[in-house]
């Protein structure tokens, strides 16, 4: 496991990732209560605003898809952006893009809804790719699709947030412009791609 982080340019990603189902394990444990204490609740956020951010660690027990898809796409598009933004940037990236998702759903949503899963994060690195891959001159109508399909689910499925979604599309795309106007990532990413 340590070769695997060691080789890896995407060291961040995988250690988010490991955590993410690591939490989710404690959560399906027994009696255990992590759920509650991590999910962001809109009524929650003078009194445990880090429930803003906790809420992206933490996915649905009674649905192992929730995490393994949410991990999957982290990976994808971690293990891509990573390299070309830097670790910090990356991370800066994910953890703003999940703020953005519960900032959204704190105004857009009623003030009781629970919501948790690090899809407001995925939605945040997609977005910051299209911008990337755009600002470079990049094809990038397969991801926009990618984007779209993923987007519409949110608003047909009820269990989905499509605020959090949104809200995380949002921030990552202005992340991401903020990066693509930068010249060192347009040097990085003219020589990976």
């Not at 898809?69 to 999940?98: D, H, T």
Request: glycine share 10%.
């Amino acid at each position: 496991m340590r070769n695997i982080f060691k080789q890896s340019p995407a060291r961040v990603t995988l250690g988010l990732v490991l955590l993410n189902l690591a939490i989710w394990v404690l959560q399906i444990l027994p009696g255990a209560t992590l759920t509650n204490q991590l999910a962001f609740v809109p009524l929650s956020v003078y009194s445990e605003p880090w429930r803003m951010i906790t809420a992206g660690f933490a996915h649905s027990e009674s649905n192992p898809l929730h995490v393994l898809l949410n991990m999957y796409s982290l990976y994808i598009f971690g293990s891509v952006l990573e390299p070309l933004l830097g670790r910090a940037r990356f991370l800066a990236v994910w953890l703003l893009s999940i703020f953005g998702g519960s900032v959204a759903v704190m105004y857009l949503n009623t003030p009781d809804t629970w919501v948790l899963g690090a899809s407001s994060g995925v939605f945040g690195l997609m977005a910051a790719y299209f911008v990337v891959l755009r600002a470079v001159g990049q094809n990038s109508r397969g991801l926009m699709g990618l984007i779209a399909i993923n987007l519409a689910f949110g608003f047909f499925v009820s269990t989905i947030s499509w605020q959090a979604h949104v809200g995380g599309l949002l921030v990552g795309a202005l992340v991401g412009l903020l990066y693509a106007s930068t010249r060192r990532l347009n040097q990085k990413t003219q020589q990976m791609l």
